[in-house]
């Protein structure tokens, strides 16, 4: 089996030299990248790209605040330990950001806690009160607002009520 290749002016390829191809792109391609609360920074600049933000790092006492600005004018603050790693995500504006992205797979704990009970949806803000995740959401279309926090690593001093 052959296959036409438009770059190499019509010629056919042989099919393994596209199978090839398409494996060493998929190797070498940039795998897509989930940021989550408790990662580093490097999730922080993931998120940036994925949520297609602006970023501005505000240095705090113990902590630093990555300020993003969304294209829909909302916020999404991550706030890092000394040591870089993502401790709280808080959000506002006209949408909710894409939590998935955010919380990673502590997403799968907020799905969970929030699911119908007998088959209803209950109409309230999502919200998880765990000794080691805590998330509390609000608002109605057009201005949303959350967050979300590891309470076992919010650095000495910072409260989850000081995050929003």
């Known amino acids: ?18 199978a090839l191809g398409c494996c060493v792109g998929l190797c070498v391609a940039p795998q897509a990248a989930h940021a989550e609360l408790g990662r ?9 790209v994925q949520l297609r933000a602006r970023v ?14 969304l294209a829909n004018g909302g916020e999404v603050r991550q706030f890092a330990a000394a ?40 109409r309230h ?6 000794p080691d995740f805590v998330v509390q959401t609000g608002g109605h279309p057009g201005a949303f607002f959350g967050v979300a926090y590891l309470p076992q690593s919010l650095p000495s001093g910072l409260t989850g009520s000081e995050l929003h």
């Open 83 to 122: 040591d870089g790693t993502v401790f709280a995500v808080a959000w506002n504006g006209p949408g909710r950001p894409d939590l998935r992205q955010l919380l990673g797979p502590r997403f799968d704990v907020v799905q969970t806690a929030n699911a119908p009970v007998r088959g209803h949806f209950r």
């Open 40 to 48: 580093g920074y490097a999730s922080v600049m993931a998120d940036s």
């Open 56 to 69: 501005k790092t505000v240095p705090a006492a113990n902590y630093t605040v990555h300020q993003m600005t």
């Open 125 to 130: 803000a999502l919200a998880v009160q765990n």
């Open 1 to 18: 089996m052959t296959l036409d290749c438009p770059a190499a002016g019509r010629r056919r390829l042989p099919a393994w030299v596209a």
